[in-house]
């Protein structure tokens, strides 16, 4: 009996308390209790949130009303793992849709919300990639990124294709697509390495000055096939020379401060060494005589070059006077001023021209008669006594009036010395003043050489 008194007069009560929340106002202002009735809540009875009619004190926190146990609607099974300020997501028009979404509030990974379901998942164009969202994304938006490339499992040009993210430009140099060769993941322009190896593109092409580093100013003038000399490692020292690919003269670089010189025993000659030497070796080279500044004897002294042989004519050193620079024999012409030898020294029927079996029997040298600048007949025969010079001055006589049987003739001047050779006639054996002279008489010890009509003077 105690029992059901108690219950009546408890539903007594609950009745009681529902007719007093009846009673409120319902022209009450709300705003002024600083939490403005909007929404759903303006349709809400006072008693789902003033419980037991306690009106002062009541949270307006959302978890207050919407949390475990109250008599409001709560988070799902399959809500994401937030904080409990429904609020920063949800407006108090409904629970959807979702208004707004405050990242900050959010507990759970990413991926546990962003996963193609609850929201929305990397597309099917997404590179691939093992890292965390917010490794590379902001809560702002998808496209304004970081890009952490830690744990990216693509190759570069995955992304890097001018669709995902920037690639190369139009003014890149030609090479393959593995970016991670030269770049790295902190900017395209720092570069760490150039690995060459992935370049296809002319050394030119990138070593221009502009993109990066060309030919400096002393640089000796060349194509632009850099690797025809360098190699990608280091500009210097280069490997090797393909002077096929220099353009300038040899002297520019071979002046023994860039490139080894002429040496100090070289030979007096201009600077044109290709047309000496070849660009494989300075040994052995081909002699361009008209290189060549200083006298033949400065090489050609038997030491530096070929000389002058054993057999050779008595001479100056001064060779271009008889040879050409093409070869010693034969000789071009015999410059006679500078020989020092005697005529018949070369001119011996041996080395040179000699008498021929009809010159006239002489032991005198060629240049008693001839002359070195003209010819051999043209020689001038001077006797050794002054009657020829005479006769042949005064009286025209000619070489042959005497000379009959040639100029080898022995009976001239055999007898009666060279006069008789003509006068014998004139002579009267034992007769005059020739009487007693012995048979072997000279006229010329008797007679002077003047002449006079008719024969000698006495």
């Keep these: 009996m105690k029992t059901i008194n108690k219950l009546l007069l408890l539903i007594a009560l609950l009745i009681l308390q529902i007719s007093s929340a009846s ?23 006072c008693q789902s949130c003033h419980f037991g009619g306690q009106f002062k004190g009541t949270q307006s926190r959302c978890e207050a009303c919407h949390g475990s146990g109250s008599g409001s609607s709560q988070k799902s099974a399959n809500h994401m793992a937030t904080t409990n300020q429904c609020s920063e997501c949800h407006a ?15 507990l759970g990974s990413c991926k546990s ?9 990397k597309s099917a164009r997404h590179f691939p990639t093992n890292r965390l969202c917010d ?15 830690a744990d990216i499992s693509g190759t570069c040009t995955g992304c890097h294709n001018g669709t995902y993210a920037v690639t190369k430009s139009a003014q890149h140099p030609k090479t393959t697509n593995n970016c991670e060769n030269c770049h790295n993941t902190i900017s395209w322009t720092s570069m760490g390495k150039m690995d060459h190896n992935e370049t296809f593109d002319t050394c030119q092409n990138c070593h ?31 490997v090797k020379v393909d002077h096929n690919e220099v353009l300038g003269s ?4 071979h002046n023994g401060i860039r490139a080894t010189g002429k040496n100090v025993t070289h030979i007096a000659s201009t600077s044109n060494c290709e047309s000496c030497h070849t660009n494989f070796s300075w040994t052995p080279a081909t002699v361009d005589h008209n290189e060549v500044t200083g006298s033949c004897s400065t090489c050609h002294n038997g030491i530096r070059a070929t000389g002058k042989n054993a057999q050779h004519i008595a001479s100056t050193n001064t060779c ?12 071009t012409k015999v410059d006679h001023n500078e020989v020092s030898g005697t005529c018949s020294s070369c001119h011996n029927g041996i080395t040179a021209t000699g008498k021929h079996p009809t010159h006239i029997a002489t032991t005198q040298d060629c240049d008693a008669c001839h002359s070195p600048t003209g010819n051999w007949q043209d020689g001038t025969y001077k006797h050794t006594t002054t009657s020829p010079e005479l006769h042949m001055s005064r009286l025209g006589t ?39 002279l012995p048979a072997d008489s000279k006229c010329d010890r008797c007679h002077e050489h003047s002449i006079r009509r008719g024969g000698l003077d006495g």
């Design 208 to 238: 221009n000055g502009r993109i990066s580093d060309g030919k400096n100013p002393t640089h000796v003038l060349t194509t632009n096939f850099c690797d025809a000399c360098h190699s990608t490692n280091t500009w210097s020292p280069a």
């Design 113 to 121: 919300c962003h996963n193609g379901v609850t929201a929305s998942n």
């Design 92 to 106: 108090d028009s409904g629970w959807t849709p979702v208004p707004r979404m405050n990242h900050n509030e959010v």
């Design 250 to 253: 040899c002297a520019i670089c």
């Design 320 to 331: 271009d006077a008889c040879h050409s620079s093409f070869a010693w024999s034969p000789a």
């Design 398 to 436: 000619q070489c042959t009036d005497c000379h009959r049987n040639g100029f080898t003739d022995p009976t001239i001047g055999a007898r009666y010395g060279e006069c008789a050779a003509c006068h014998e006639k004139d002579y009267d054996w034992g007769e005059g003043d020739h009487n007693g």
């Design 135 to 149: 490794d590379c994304h902001t809560t702002t938006s998808w496209d304004l990124g970081r890009y952490d490339h």
């Design 23 to 45: 009673a409120v106002d319902k022209n009450f202002d709300h705003f002024s209790t600083g939490f403005p009735l909007t929404g759903n809540h303006r349709n809400v009875e």
